[in-house]
């Protein structure tokens, strides 16, 4: 989907999109390209061609030195001004010009709960009116509660274990919510990878898993900012 000249693993992180200067709306990714899972050696956006039915490098981003993390980009209006947040603390303006210039891409504070994990998605739940944050640590998945995609956000709440099972890339559907958002649903890769698993469970090694959260669980109460 995204052939480079360089050798390197090259991972998408996260799509979303933007209307370009002639009006049409165009697909776009964040990338890294690296030598398997060390820090990565290449980073930027890349378009997707239609006609060539793949992703081509556009921009360059400078890399953080820290390994491969999933991005699972929002939008959110700020003052008036849209933006596309990538993770809760890096955004950029919901303009093409704004996109291709590096310069623009703003990196944000953001206030997680004290007892934080590593953060996996942020989503805005119109049942709680607050944004629904959602972590992990190996095999389990984490959430709370904020106003905004920074937070401040309340106590981290563990919602989903699996005994000795690694469970990673957690992401929220918003378009999968329920009565009003009172309802949600998010996903995450089941695998022994990772993990401190003796043995695979069948059929479902490396499998999607979703599950379903109901947000007027009494247990959730401490989420909360």
């Known amino acids: 989907m995204l052939p480079l000249k360089e ?9 979303f999109t933007a209307k370009a200067p002639d009006g049409r709306e165009r697909l776009l990714a964040t990338y890294t390209r690296q030598d398997g899972l060390k820090p990565p050696l290449e980073c930027g956006v890349a378009l997707y061609e239609d006609a060539r039915e793949r992703f081509e490098p556009w921009v360059k981003l400078p890399c953080q030195k820290k390994s491969h993390r999933s991005s699972h980009p929002i939008r959110y209006s700020d003052g008036g001004r849209e933006f596309w947040y990538l993770y809760p603390w890096l ?21 997680l709960p004290p007892n934080a994990q590593r953060v996996s998605s942020v989503a805005w739940n119109e049942h709680r009116r607050r944004f629904v944050l959602l972590m992990e640590r190996t095999g389990e998945v984490w959430y709370a509660e904020g106003p905004r995609p920074e937070g401040p956000f309340g106590q981290a709440v563990r919602i989903v274990e699996h005994d000795h099972y690694n469970f990673y890339n957690v992401v929220q559907h918003p378009f999968f919510d329920r009565e009003g958002g009172r309802v949600i649903y998010f996903e995450g890769t089941y695998t022994d990878a990772f993990s401190g698993a003796k043995s695979k469970t069948p059929r479902y090694n490396y499998k999607q898993i979703m599950y379903r959260l ?6 959730l109460r401490d989420a909360q900012p």
């Not at 093409?96 to 206030?111: F, G, L, Q």
């Not at 109901?214 to 247990?219: C, G, K, S, T, V």
């Open 7 to 15: 050798k390197g693993l090259v991972w998408i992180e996260g799509l």
């Open 91 to 111: 955004r950029v303006p919901n303009e093409w010009s704004a996109i291709a210039d590096p310069s623009r891409w703003e990196r944000r504070e953001v206030k």
């Open 214 to 219: 109901r947000l007027d669980d009494a247990r």
